[in-house]
């Protein structure tokens, strides 16, 4: 079997190996991609592919374990094998990579404990976890056989907190359940952030994040390996080729020449990580949101980085003048021409049905009625969204309404009629209502737009998603609530059949022939806000707020025959005609470059 080992450099087999891998992220590809993409990064002459494990992608619900279709790590690390890849696996409990909550569970706000530390409650959690998860990856690790050459500890926990008891509790649990690869930290490259979030006095190999000013990152780390008295390898996990985008602000690219020049000159200092290879979608619900003070930040569905390759898995123009220096600087390398597929485009498909949302509530299962509205996470309906309906009696011509505490973005209606809408730095202020009878349905739609996957808010208050503490009338907290779970998981309550209203929340039913299988792109342009569907399967969010305008639809999920595109829209736009394009489609914002 081979071995490989963490001396003054690395070692494979007892020969010098310099790790020149590429972070692809199984769950943001559908299975149907991951050979091409992973073909791609075995053509551009790297060794070795990362890859994050996302607990809430494995666990979403408390002791219910999930590694089929897109959380399939098993089958995505033996196809990497195949292709004659190593792996990097980051299984650490937290993941940030601006995924829902950092990867977490959201099922941990409701247990009581301090995520991310040695409290006994989060760390039992943890090790439940561990036991289904860690059997998976120790065989496959490479000195049984299979192609796994390091395990991450945790990640960047140095950006958030400095406990060592925590640190060495996750080293003996991936210890006592089989783990013997090299275990290792991924910090910011500064002295504060590795003294914090390394073990590197438990000999866990210590790693930097980074992007640019490669060579005063690389002699941080020099510097703060040799004050520990290591002579290590230099490694950057985190080589970042470009950003994550968030909803109404410019799309962020890296010129591609600098991009090209910064890798290589990192690649001369050491090993390194490009982040992101292919950075893939947040389908679902999964996009992460940034932690701000007023108001937290969601992210757009495209995951995108402006990688290497596009949001489907091509060759960007990035990739083609990185593969050409390395021709040049490495002709030793193993290359060869990348996979580049075709996209396809229909016009036209025609709107088959719709139906309004009220018009099926008496269809949604799992309501609950409770006195105070209670939480996503009381509700066990942690993502996405979540109708709260009671009655209002009138005492007055004009009255007001307070909302108090709901996360992140609430609708008001009377007697389905949309009175305002309103976002996080909204929420709290007053509402002007007039109604017409003595007693009226007031029904508040709450979206989770995505919990933050970085920083001081990851166990803040703000992170519990829903009604908050309530609704007041006049001085007084409302009660008597009806609670509706949303599930787009199973979409059977939603029956056509049914009638439809103008201007408030709706579904809508698109289908299409298609026979010859390709890429596309969702036009969503003409439509203000939701998610879309196809044949089942989650898409992700959609925006009229941009900068995205379409949503990725791989090919993988399209069959030969019909096919069926359900929008669910909360704002009244939508379209009588649907396009698939070629290419996805932006909103210009001002201050974007490339």
């Known amino acids: 079997m081979k071995r490989f080992q963490v001396k003054e450099a690395f070692y494979l087999d007892g020969?010098?190996?310099?790790?020149?891998?590429?972070?692809?992220?199984?769950?943001?590809?559908?299975p149907d991609s991951w050979y091409r993409v992973l073909y791609n990064l075995k053509a551009l002459g790297f060794n070795t592919v990362e890859t994050y494990i996302p607990w809430n992608s494995h666990e979403p619900q408390k002791g219910q374990f999930y590694f089929e279709g897109l959380a399939d790590v098993e089958a995505f690390l033996d196809m990497a094998k195949e292709l004659g890849l190593y792996a990097i696996v980051r299984p650490s409990p937290y993941i940030c990579a601006e995924w829902e909550f950092g990867g977490l569970p959201a099922w941990l706000l409701e247990e009581n404990c301090r995520i991310?530390?040695?409290?006994?409650?989060?760390?039992?959690?943890?090790?439940?976890?561990?036991?289904?998860?860690?059997?998976?990856?120790?065989?496959?690790?490479?000195?049984?056989?299979?192609?796994?050459?390091?395990?991450?500890?945790?990640?960047?926990?140095?950006?958030?907190?400095?406990?060592?008891?925590?640190?060495?509790?996750?080293?003996?649990?991936?210890?006592?359940?089989?783990?013997?690869?090299p275990l290792l930290t991924s910090d910011g490259p500064w002295s504060a952030t590795l003294e914090a979030g390394s073990l590197i006095e438990d000999d866990v190999f210590v790693t930097g994040n980074f992007g640019s000013k490669t060579s005063q990152n690389v002699a941080n780390l020099r510097d703060f390996m040799a004050k520990h008295e290591k002579q290590w390898p230099i490694m950057c996990m985190e080589f970042w080729l470009g950003w994550f985008n968030r909803w109404g602000e410019a799309i962020i690219r890296r010129d591609p020449k600098e991009t090209v020049a910064s890798i290589m000159e990192?690649?001369?200092?050491?090993?390194?990580?490009?982040?992101?290879?292919?950075?893939?979608?947040?389908?679902?619900?999964?996009?992460?949101?940034?932690?701000?003070?007023?108001k937290d930040l969601p992210q757009v569905t495209s995951y995108d980085y402006d990688a290497l390759l596009d949001e489907a898995g091509n060759p960007t123009l990035k990739y083609d003048l990185l593969q050409k220096a390395l021709r040049k600087s490495y002709p030793q390398l193993s290359f060869e021409e990348p996979i580049r597929s075709q996209t396809m485009a229909i016009s036209d498909i025609v709107l088959t049905e719709k139906v309004g949302l009220f018009q099926i509530l008496k269809n949604v299962s799992g309501v609950k009625n409770t006195f105070y509205p209670q939480s996503m996470e009381e509700l066990n309906h942690p993502l996405g969204y979540m109708l709260y309906c009671t009655q209002l009696s009138k005492y007055a011509d004009q009255e007001r309404l307070r909302v108090i505490d709901a996360r992140d973005r609430i609708?008001?209606?009377?007697?389905?009629?949309?009175?305002?809408?309103?976002?996080?730095?909204?929420?709290?202020?007053?509402?002007?209502?007039?109604?017409?009878?003595?007693?009226?349905?007031?029904?508040?739609?709450?979206?989770?737009?995505?919990?933050?996957?970085?920083?001081?808010?990851?166990?803040?208050?703000?992170?519990?998603?829903?009604?908050?503490?309530?609704?007041?009338?006049?001085?007084h907290f409302i009660g008597q609530w009806e609670q509706f779970p949303l599930d787009f998981q199973d979409l059977s309550w939603v029956d056509f059949s049914e009638g439809w209203t103008q201007g408030l929340p709706s579904f809508y039913a698109y289908d299409f022939e298609c026979q010859d299988l390709a890429d596309t792109y969702l036009d969503l342009s003409q439509f203000g806000k939701g998610i879309a569907l196809i044949n089942g399967f989650h898409l992700g969010r959609f925006w009229q707020l941009g900068p995205t305008l379409s949503l990725y639809l791989p090919k993988g999920l399209l069959v030969r025959g019909t096919n069926r595109l359900i929008i669910f829209e909360t704002e009244g736009q939508y379209s009588e005609i649907l396009h698939l394009t070629k290419e996805p489609i932006y909103k210009i914002i001002k201050g974007e470059k490339g």
């Open 411 to 475: 609708q008001i209606f009377l007697d389905q009629k949309l009175v305002q809408t309103q976002y996080q730095e909204e929420i709290g202020q007053d509402i002007k209502i007039y109604q017409e009878n003595t007693n009226t349905t007031l029904a508040i739609l709450v979206e989770n737009m995505g919990r933050v996957s970085y920083g001081h808010k990851l166990a803040a208050p703000s992170q519990h998603k829903g009604l908050g503490r309530g609704v007041m009338a006049d001085l």
């Open 266 to 294: 990192m690649i001369e200092q050491g090993s390194l990580n490009l982040y992101m290879f292919c950075g893939g979608t947040n389908f679902g619900f999964m996009n992460g949101s940034s932690a701000r003070i007023q």
């Open 15 to 30: 020969e010098p190996f310099k790790i020149l891998s590429g972070a692809v992220h199984y769950f943001r590809i559908v």
């Open 116 to 181: 991310r530390s040695s409290d006994p409650t989060y760390l039992a959690h943890v090790a439940d976890y561990y036991d289904v998860l860690l059997p998976k990856l120790a065989k496959r690790q490479l000195d049984k056989g299979g192609n796994i050459l390091m395990f991450q500890l945790e990640n960047e926990y140095g950006s958030y907190g400095e406990e060592k008891t925590y640190l060495r509790a996750l080293k003996d649990m991936m210890l006592n359940r089989g783990i013997e690869a």
